[in-house]
């Protein structure tokens, strides 16, 4: 990872004198993504602007990258990972003359033109100016992993990996996009599929779309732009599941043996869950040395996902941080602001905080690392996310999916959503737009809303929370190959491989216990545990007397778009105790927008702002759950009884059981759970101590926490 720049003069116009100081501005903005060299190139209507993080050939490795006869000049931000391969492609009279991985994307440039990036595996952003025809390429990979955004008018153009970047130049706008922000349905979870392109928050901020080439025309500032790669639409109708898990199994070998190659130190964030322990595993030898990070929440302690991967980091054999997030823990409201704009999106949470806290304790523990690996974009595409959407089965995901299909089609069609306001529904599907109910069309709706997601949401934050300690995040899920073989499965086989993600189970099964491979997916931040997180957001919206919501209600544009009055009210009204409700995350992310809005005007310098004490580890066999949570504790003796309005019930086949509060279905409680064998047993006469006795040791604590969130969520109440 790196931070590349520069600023380019159109309609053959030459650079102005004050460009030497715009240049060193976006050196000084970028330097937290490349600590460890900085270049700039200037000369013509072109200046170019690098600040390097040496992963490979430190030693070799420096750009700008110029071509032997000086007509192509390249600076790129990210990994060129089958770079030995390409190089063996290219002509024999062809020389590498750098160690850099970059370098073989100018050479392929000039063998192959616009076509340079179709065999091209990685992830990058990249700038290159072609002197001789007096153009400049801009092109990013096919999931957008590193950032390259750009503002633009009619006498020059000016580029930066971090928007932040842009505000060097004087010209560019610094205003908030409230209408833009408002229009985005992943910013709002609408209950919709995201079909909207990918929104850069900010006015008169352009981004390079993932998997585009951009090609500007520097004489008259004439634009094109080239999709060098689409999500296939076609379904392998001639392979089993066999072959689809064995050619998995085989393409994240292959992306995880690429993506842990480096001549520095390479750490994992461990979750305990599948994903993260294949990669860990899959490393092979290369893990020998490899320091793993896991976040001990409250959340991760609730739904087990510490211990798990304290747990398969001994087994595997490599060292696991478990960073302690005390149940005190809150960022003060300057911490919040420095997070805000290093990540520069609203959608900045206490997900995102954990991620940037992990990485700041593994660059002080380690200073020698310099890229991290993640499990992260596995969920996306090979059905990770069925049941965290109250899916039972594949039949009940295609429902929950065919909902917002619905949803996104009436999005574009209001005059008709009043027909669908409420149940029962007498108009058909087909009435909204023409469309036929298609099962395959929906699911592929569902792949393109994932693959917006993760551009909006996913690579944005995991490349800005890993550079703000000078670390690179490495994705190995993201290859293009494996999200192409899952795109491919065909209709037929999708409950098969699709559902819970088997395709994955399967084919990693052999390489990790049983423990792992089968563990049902905990989200690593929603699920058990969240009020922890959402009540730390609650006191800091409440730190300082409000000061953040009184920053944000005060913003340029905030007047126009949000209720100030009903913000302050909604926050009073707000329990000290749990609460899972989404709306506080919501009201987060309406403050945010507010504060970027003010932050714009100001773009003040992140090394101005104290990100605030790294946190520490826990070590030594210390008392977890005392450290992590302050639950009270529940007195053996007293005996729990259901509320009057709950009812504990089950389907007919007595598959799935459900706890219902007043009518409405609350929570779906999973056959086999300690929790479910305690709260059948519930008959308001045992004693919480005899009702948790049959669970075990190992399924006490789960069952026991369980039990004081429905206590304190008024499902439960002490008979008596």
């Given amino acids: 990872m790196c931070g590349i720049a520069g600023i380019a003069r159109l309609g053959s116009r ?91 994307l100018l050479h392929l440039y000039r063998e192959h033109g616009l076509d340079f990036l179709r065999d091209v595996r990685g992830m990058f952003a990249l700038i290159l100016w072609d002197r001789a025809r007096n153009q400049l390429v801009l092109a990013r990979d096919r999931f957008g992993i590193k950032p390259l955004y750009y503002h633009r008018d009619d006498a020059r153009i000016v580029l930066s990996s971090e928007i932040k970047g842009l505000f060097a130049d004087p010209a560019t706008p610094r205003r908030f996009d409230w209408e833009g922000a408002l229009a985005t349905p992943l910013l709002a979870s609408a209950a919709t599929f995201n079909d909207a392109p990918v929104c850069t928050w900010f006015e008169g901020v352009e981004l390079v779309p993932a998997a585009t080439i951009e090609h500007i ?25 066999e072959e689809f898990i064995g050619r998995y199994g085989e393409l994240l070998e292959q992306s995880v043996q690429e993506c842990v190659t480096a001549d520095t130190e390479l750490g994992l964030f461990l979750s305990g869950g599948i994903d993260s322990s294949a990669v860990l595993a899959l490393a092979g030898d290369k893990r020998a040395g490899m320091h793993t990070f896991t976040a001990l929440t409250g959340g991760t302690f609730d739904n087990g996902d510490a211990e798990h991967a304290a747990w398969i980091a001994r087994e595997l ?70 049941r965290d959407m109250g ?34 529904y007498f108009v058909s599907e087909k009435a909204v737009d ?39 995040a490495r994705v190995p899920f993201l290859d293009h190959r494996l999200v192409e073989l899952c795109a491919r499965v065909p209709e037929r086989l999708r409950p098969e ?30 699920g058990d545990g969240t009020y922890h997180s959402y009540r730390m957001l609650v006191r800091l919206m409440r730190a300082d007397s409000g000061a953040l919501v009184e920053r944000a209600l005060a913003a340029p544009g905030a007047a126009d778009f949000i209720d100030g009055d009903r913000v302050r009210a909604h926050l009073a009204g707000i329990g000290e105790g749990r609460t899972d409700s989404p709306s506080v995350e919501m009201l987060m992310r309406v403050l945010n927008m507010g504060l970027l809005a003010e932050l714009a005007v100001h773009a003040p310098r992140l090394e101005d702002r104290s990100a605030g004490p790294v946190l520490q580890e826990i070590t030594g066999g210390a008392p977890v759950s005392g450290a992590v949570t302050d639950l009270p504790e529940l007195p053996g003796e007293r005996v729990p009884a259901f509320a009057e309005n709950v009812l504990l019930l089950t389907d007919p086949a007595g598959s799935d059981w459900y706890l219902v509060k007043d009518g409405e279905i609350e929570f779906v409680l999973r056959t086999g759970s300690p929790t479910l064998e305690v709260l059948r047993a519930v008959d308001g006469k045992s004693p919480l101590a005899d009702l948790l006795a049959p669970v075990g040791e190992e399924g006490e604590q789960e069952a026991r926490t369980d039990v004081g969130n429905l206590l304190d969520l008024g499902f439960l109440a002490w008979a008596g």
């Fill in 497 to 526: 491989l699709l559902w819970d993600k088997r395709i994955l189970r399967q084919a990693v099964g052999r390489r990790l216990p049983k423990r792992i491979a089968e563990r049902p997916k905990v989200p690593f931040f929603y």
């Fill in 391 to 424: 899916a039972r089965d594949w039949p009940s995901f295609m429902g929950v999916l065919s909902l917002l299909d619905r949803g996104t089609r009436l999005a574009r069609r209001p005059a008709a959503r009043h027909w669908w306001a409420q149940e029962p």
């Fill in 14 to 104: 030459t650079l102005g004198a004050g460009t030497d100081a715009v240049l060193d501005r976006l050196a000084d903005i970028l330097d937290h993504r490349g600590p460890d060299e900085r270049e700039i190139l200037r000369d013509d209507a072109v200046g170019l602007v690098f600040t390097r993080l040496a992963l490979v050939n430190p030693e070799d490795g420096s750009q700008p990258l110029v071509s032997d006869d000086g007509s192509l000049v390249l600076v790129a931000n990210g990994e060129v990972y089958n770079h030995r391969e390409l190089a063996a492609s290219l002509p024999g009279g062809v020389r590498m003359k750098t160690g850099s991985d970059c370098e073989v």
């Fill in 217 to 241: 025309d520097l004489a008259d500032g004439r634009t094109t732009r080239h999709r060098y790669w689409e999500l296939p639409n076609d379904a392998d109708e001639g392979a089993d599941a």
């Fill in 434 to 472: 023409g469309l036929e109910p298609d099962g395959d069309r929906i699911y592929r709706a569902y792949l393109d809303s994932e693959y917006r997601q993760i551009q909006q949401y996913n690579v944005w934050h995991e490349d800005r929370t890993a550079a703000g300690s000078g670390i690179e």
């Fill in 317 to 386: 054999g490599v060292p696991n941080h478990q960073v302690l997030f005390p149940p005190d823990h809150v960022p003060t409201p300057d911490e919040w602001l420095r997070l805000l704009w290093l990540t520069e999106t609203p959608m900045c949470g206490p997900e995102v905080y954990y991620k940037h806290e992990l990485h700041r304790f593994a660059r002080e523990a380690r200073p020698g690392l310099r890229g991290m690996l993640l499990g992260a974009a596995s969920d996306e595409f090979n059905g990770g996310y069925a």
